[in-house]
């Protein structure tokens, strides 16, 4: 079922406000324990920030592909393999963020600018199958609000320990 127009207004602000809710928490993370995992397989904050960037990057090219290919096909991912493969230990958190803001600032202007009728494009999925534009916006619109509150918990965590 596709979304109504103010299902889908509330879900873009919440897409366009996810990138300053995933550094406030990153800012509320001292340094010393940025790197810190609350337990086994668990990912650290730093982890959490550099999968943020690689999600959002393919987030923007999956948006794309449901809207203008044909018969777009979404492949998934492992992301724990991610973030052992990349090692996102030694990635730079920085570069990171500015990474996840410019996705989405550059996603949001184009999503912006959508005409009603091109909401509703249903593609495939490698993993879940059916995937369309309103999934991808439900799915996106929570994902960096999970991470932050995610790296919050790592801190909370950490002072608990």
Known sequence: MSFDAATRESCLRRYA?????????????????????PGEGRWSAH?????CADSEAYAAIRIRLLLA?????IVGYDENLWARR??????????????VEAARRHTM????????EAWG????????????????LRNYSEHLEIHAAQ???????WQGR
């Open 17 to 37: 406000e996810g990138s300053a809710l995933l550094r406030k928490a990153w800012s509320e993370v001292p340094v010393e324990v940025r790197t810190w995992r």
């Open 47 to 51: 982890e959490v920030v550099v999968h």
């Open 69 to 73: 290919e044909p018969k777009p096909f």
């Open 86 to 99: 990349f090692d996102y230990h030694a990635s730079d958190p920085e570069l990171a963020l500015v990474l």
């Open 109 to 116: 202007a184009m999503l912006s600018q959508l005409p009603e």
């Open 121 to 136: 494009r249903v593609g495939r999925h490698s993993q879940s199958g059916p995937y369309g534009t309103d999934d991808w």
């Open 151 to 157: 790296i919050r918990r790592n801190l909370v965590a």
